[in-house]
């Protein structure tokens, strides 16, 4: 549009420049035509008067030395320029300005040979033009110049020494014509010409006004505004030209400027353009740009708000609201899906013993792992520390999901490469199903959960599946987990006894404390029961401790009430016995209660002596220090260490109920039975039954003294008041 | 200006000086004027102006005439080359001009030096240039400045 505008006003500027030079060129030949033409005509009339004065005075007087005469009184134009002859009739110079020519001839020209009273202009003569009249115009002169004639020769260059290079150039023209065509003078620039032949009259008739209005010519080469004027009274014409050329030469130099302009200027304006349109390209990039950081910032954001760093699943809250928006789409198309909920078994120890680095790396190995077990479909996400979710869509029984979980179960049974040694890790897994185990997320999670934990109680490595018993065994739990903590303070916790006798007259040799707790509501409970639950609510030692103490001291309140001094057996748990504390809580507890410590016996089973055969040795030697009896509990059901046992200084074993029971069996049975008590006595240690029963087996046990019986147990436990009344 | 500033004795001398500096090449033309001239002295600049045309007054504002030799004497030429410059054909090609655009006439030319010394003698007004060997006591050499 602006490139539109200025070249459009330029070319225009320039059409009207050069028009206007056009228009200046024809008004100035216009003007030196009229000019040339005035001093053409005064000049042609000087001559003829000289002329006519020289004939006049030639007749008149008929002097001979009428030239010298006339140029006393000063009546002759200069003779440095003019020359003035006076022939006779035979052309013979008579009388001349210019001395050379005295006595030469002189060709008058044609014309004035035929017309007695005409000038006469001469041909063509070298440098020359001349003027001619006839001397006597008369009528005795009938036969024409008879009696001679008056020349006046003219250096040519007088005609056109008006030429003014500064008006005209190099290229104008000043010519006088004469009627014949031919060219007498002609100068252009400083170059006077003669003798050409202009052809006036086709330039004439080819225009309307060539007087007046100036026209066009190309003659010999050079365009020229051009102006012809008939002389009046003279056989001649002026001619007068401007070279176009020439004079559009300013107008073109003008219009190159004026171009030359419009280019620089368009020039700059498509650079100023080109820049604003760079910058401007530049702003919207650089905008776009920042608009993609913000957009990529607010993914990655977004992406980590919903994604576990460690091993890019989705996390708890992108979970929450997949499963949120599966229950939705189930509600709305009745499809079912299954949320496995799973924990690897061994990863505490794995990260305690490895470091996290490898806990790190397992973690993520894992992921992938469950990652290409299941479908593309399916949502694998990762909630914290060991434990997934899969998120199984379209899935509605148990049958479907089994084949995916054993397939899971298996991938993570594959050997990882852990800190550069190989680690078996497996997993539980527990199963919900939408819609049957839950109708929102938070059931269908716990359910889930619950079907996991059960799954770990039942050895790990495995699937369970949600079921409505496994509620209520886990609304069980969570009752007795509760309890726990308020069971020690608010004394729920309560000793039982069972009774050692001797074997052959029966008396009480000994009792043996059983913890049970009176639960309010769901009444007297074992140790199997809620013990698993203490341990992991961290209670198994206070309680440990609390029945150690509790027992020392019903022990010492039968002493006070007369009873004599009976020896009180404990059990001890594996925990309690690897305990760094355990020494201490024993003296502990005989310090408190002042009872004899020869007095207690603490039970322990063999498998958990022989975890650590170094460890349970020096224990043995601390505690015999004290004084405290140790009693293999158990004794005869699992595998024994007989080498190991014997290096211990155990005093007494308790020989299983199950192979006193064999001592009734068949000859076999006895046998066996009989061996292992055999044993027992031959490594110097007491041996008594367990588990009897009834008062005739006690009876049976008594009566065959060949049994290698120390004593035996009662089978049934006694509180401590009902122990009381029957010792009485 | 030289002139203001150095006082008419010094112009004088310096005038004294400039003639015969030039008496030497002016062996082959004086430029004279009748001795009851009242004018001795020309600047070279007036002379040139006289003989061109281009003015005809000068000197305490009395008419000065100039005279001129026909073409092709040896004075002419030795004059117009020396007083103006310029070559006979220019000042032909001068007065061509001068004559055809109406602007003015030449000096009027006489034959040669004698006639111009004539003319001098009896002309108070007109000056001159001729072959030294016409000089007489009748005229006065016009020193050229």
């Keep these: 549009m602006m490139l539109l505008v200025i070249w459009g006003s330029t070319y225009f500027l320039v059409n009207k420049e050069r028009m206007s030079i056009e228009r200046q060129a024809e008004l100035s030949v216009g003007e030196i035509t009229d000019t040339y033409e005035a001093r053409v005509v005064r000049a042609l009339r000087e001559i003829d008067t000289t002329l006519k004065l020289v004939r006049f005075t030639a007749n008149s007087s008929n002097h001979s030395s009428v030239l010298s005469v006339l140029n006393e009184q000063r009546l002759l134009p200069p003779a440095l320029l003019f020359t003035i002859s006076i022939v006779d009739s035979q052309g013979m110079v008579v009388e001349t300005t210019d001395p050379g020519l005295l006595g030469q001839r002189l060709t008058p020209p044609a014309q004035a040979m035929l017309d007695d009273d005409y000038l006469a202009v001469g041909e063509k003569d070298a440098n020359q033009i001349t003027f001619t009249r006839p001397l006597r115009p008369e009528q005795e002169s009938a036969q024409g110049g008879g009696s001679g004639w008056v020349i006046i020769a003219i250096d040519a260059n007088y005609f056109v020494s008006s030429y003014e290079v500064r008006s005209l150039g190099q290229q104008g023209m000043l010519a006088l014509v004469g009627a014949d065509g031919i060219v007498r003078v002609r100068r252009s620039g400083d170059v006077i010409h003669s003798g050409e032949l202009m052809d006036i009259g086709a330039w004439k008739s080819s225009t309307l006004d060539a007087v007046s209005a100036p026209f066009m010519t190309h003659w010999q080469g050079v365009e020229r505004y051009t102006l012809v004027r008939e002389l009046y009274d003279f056989p001649l014409s002026i001619v007068v030209g401007l070279s176009a050329q020439e004079q559009l030469a300013a107008a073109h130099q003008l219009a190159r400027n004026y171009w030359q302009r419009a280019g620089w200027t368009s020039g700059l304006l498509l650079i100023i353009l080109a820049i604003l349109g760079r910058l401007s390209w530049q702003l919207q990039w650089a905008r776009r740009r920042v608009m993609e950081e913000r957009v990529s910032h607010a993914q990655q954001v977004e992406h980590l708000a919903f994604h576990d760093t460690l091993t890019d699943l989705p996390n708890r809250a992108f979970l929450s609201h997949l499963i949120t928006q599966a229950v939705k789409l189930g509600g709305r198309h009745s499809e079912s899906f299954a949320l496995l909920f799973l924990d690897l078994d061994r990863f505490k120890l794995i990260n305690d013993t490895l470091g996290h680095d490898a806990g790190d790396h397992l973690l993520q190995e894992a992921a992938s792992r469950l990652t290409t077990s299941v479908r593309e479909s399916d949502v694998v996400a990762r909630l914290g520390g060991d434990e997934f979710v899969i998120l199984l869509s379209k899935v509605s029984r148990r049958d479907q999901i089994e084949p995916i979980a054993q397939k899971i179960l298996s991938a993570i049974r594959e050997p990882f490469m852990l800190a550069g040694q190989e680690c078996h890790v497996s997993v539980s897994i527990g199963v919900s199903l939408y819609p049957f185990d839950g109708l929102d997320e938070q059931t269908l999670m716990k359910s889930a959960d619950m079907a996991m934990y059960q799954a770990k109680l039942l050895g790990k490595n495995t699937v369970q599946f949600y079921t409505d018993e496994l509620s209520a065994e886990m609304d069980v739990r969570l009752t007795l987990e509760s309890g726990l903590h308020r069971a020690l303070v608010s004394h729920e916790f309560r000793l039982f006894f069972q009774s050692k006798h001797d074997v052959e007259v029966g008396s009480t040799l000994g009792m043996e404390a059983l913890l049970r707790w009176q639960h309010p509501t769901l009444g007297l409970l074992e140790p199997a029961q809620f013990m698993p639950l203490a341990e992991e609510s961290g209670l198994a030692m206070p309680i440990a401790q609390w029945v150690l103490e509790n027992a020392c001291r019903q022990n010492m309140l039968w002493q006070q009430e007369g009873f004599p001094a009976l020896t009180m057996a404990v059990k001890i748990s594996a925990r309690q016995f690897y305990d760094n504390s355990f020494v201490e809580s024993i003296k502990e507890a005989l310090a408190t209660t002042g009872m004899d410590p020869w007095l207690l016996e603490l039970e322990m089973t063999e498998s958990m002596l022989l975890q650590d055969v170094q460890r349970t040795a020096s224990l043995f030697a601390e505690i015999k220090k004290l004084g405290v009896k140790i009693v293999i509990d158990d004794f005869g059901t699992g595998y024994s260490s007989l080498s190991d046992l014997n290096a211990l200084p155990v005093d007494t074993l308790k020989v299983s109920s199950s192979l006193v029971k064999r001592l009734s069996g068949t000859r076999r049975d006895q046998q066996l039975s009989s061996s292992v008590i055999e044993l027992g006595k031959r490594l110097g240690m007491q041996v008594f039954a367990k588990g009897v029963a009834s008062h005739e087996q006690s009876h049976f046990i008594g009566s065959h003294s060949s049994l290698p019986f120390h004593g035996f147990y009662s089978n049934r436990p006694l509180s401590a008041e009902e122990s009381c009344q029957r010792e009485k | ?145």
């Design chain 2, 1 to 145: 200006m030289l002139k203001r500033l150095t006082g008419s004795g010094i112009s004088l001398l310096l005038g004294a000086m400039l003639s015969m500096t030039y008496h030497p090449a002016s062996a082959e033309v004086l430029v004279v004027v009748s001795a009851e001239a009242p004018f001795t002295r020309l600047t070279s600049s007036d002379l040139r102006d006289v003989y061109l045309g281009r003015r005809t007054l000068i000197v305490n504002g009395a008419q000065v005439v100039p005279l001129d030799l026909t073409e092709g004497t040896a004075a002419r030429s030795e004059f117009y080359t020396r007083y103006t410059g310029q070559t006979p054909a220019q000042i032909k090609a001068h007065w061509a001009r001068q004559i055809f655009t109406g602007r003015g006439q030449p000096p009027q030319a006489l034959a040669n030096s004698r006639a111009v010394v004539e003319r001098l003698v009896s002309d108070a007004k007109a000056l001159g240039y001729i072959d030294p060997s016409f000089l007489d006591e009748r005229l006065r050499v016009v020193t050229i400045e």
